[in-house]
């Protein structure tokens, strides 16, 4: 019996050993393949870098390339989405979790949800250059590209808050409902500082995903490579870094370019992780003061 008892420990431990070397493999791989993009896309494009290129707009005439319009037209869509997505999605999680009652209609608008965080980005395309630029008469603009990328990502910023608002315990409310507090002013003042990573985490995947989008832009926001103001700029055609990137290396055979346009994007997904970081950070160190 005891060396039954001997062989089935001495299985659970080899069981044990092989999942943590599985898991280890795994984690070591995935740092691998981040350490590669990184140092192969830095090395392809630091070195073809430079002032002249970050600073001007393309000119056609002298033959210069220049990214300036890029970089602004990529600013101006990720400010000009998240100012439409974040309340419309922090909104739409706050009435799903705290106040809808009928069970059926959050199911429904939770399916619709994922339905459309499923759809394929270039169908979105087609569809906000059918409504925004022809329907509404928009034209091709940063604004149509806009929109278009708002409700791409309303899903994920909805249910990534939604599900931080579940994690809010709900003795918190009650606490709160308690001491006379109305129900808005428990969701503003009790609910939502609890839930303030779920709303960051919506914000990082907002970023990154309008960082990399370009197909549904194609068809929005096109890809002029004009320098404009925010509110001029967000009615006019504009090409973000991605899109560019598109153009320069399938289109004029500009690999280095491109490569330079890859780095500045991975720079950028760095800082908008690491500023998200820092703002968690500061949130959580203000809620318990």
């Known amino acids: 019996m005891r060396s039954v008892n001997a062989q089935i ?35 392809k494009g630091i070195p073809n870098l430079s002032w002249e290129l970050l600073s001007t707009e393309p000119s056609y005439l002298s033959g210069t390339i220049g990214i300036l319009p890029d970089i602004l037209n990529t600013v101006y869509m990720i400010v000009a989405t998240l100012v439409f997505v974040l309340p419309l999605g922090v909104g739409a999680a706050v009435y799903l979790t705290e106040y809808a009652q009928n069970k059926r209609i959050v199911a429904a608008i939770e399916y619709a949800a ?13 569809v906000g250059m059918l409504f925004f630029c022809q329907f509404l008469n928009m034209q091709t603009s940063l604004l149509a590209g806009a929109l278009t990328l708002v409700i791409m990502n309303l899903p994920t910023v909805m249910r990534t808050t939604q599900e931080s608002l579940k994690t809010v315990p709900q003795s918190y409310r009650e606490g709160a409902f308690g001491l006379g507090a109305g129900k808005w002013r428990v969701i503003r003042t009790v609910v939502l500082p609890g839930c303030i990573d779920g709303v960051i985490t919506g914000c990082i995947l907002s970023v990154g995903r309008i960082l990399g989008e370009s197909a549904a832009l194609l068809f929005t926001a096109g890809f002029a490579h004009a320098l404009n103001g925010f509110l001029e700029g967000l009615g006019s055609a504009g090409a973000t870094l991605t899109v ?18 890859a780095a ?6 760095l800082l908008v992780n690491l500023l998200a970081m820092l703002v ?10």
Do not use: D, H
């Open 9 to 43: 420990n001495a299985i659970r431990k080899m069981k044990i050993v092989l999942l943590r070397v599985l898991c280890g493999i795994s984690a070591a791989f995935t740092c691998a393949l981040v350490l590669f993009l990184l140092v192969y896309i830095f090395a």
């Open 114 to 126: 994922e339905t459309l965080s499923g759809i394929p980005s270039i169908i979105y395309g087609l």
């Open 244 to 261: 560019s990137l598109y153009v320069y290396a399938k289109e004029q055979g500009e690999f280095g370019v491109a490569f330079a346009i």
């Open 264 to 269: 500045i994007l991975m720079i950028l997904t």
């Open 280 to 289: 968690g950070r500061w949130f959580k160190r203000r809620q318990k003061l």
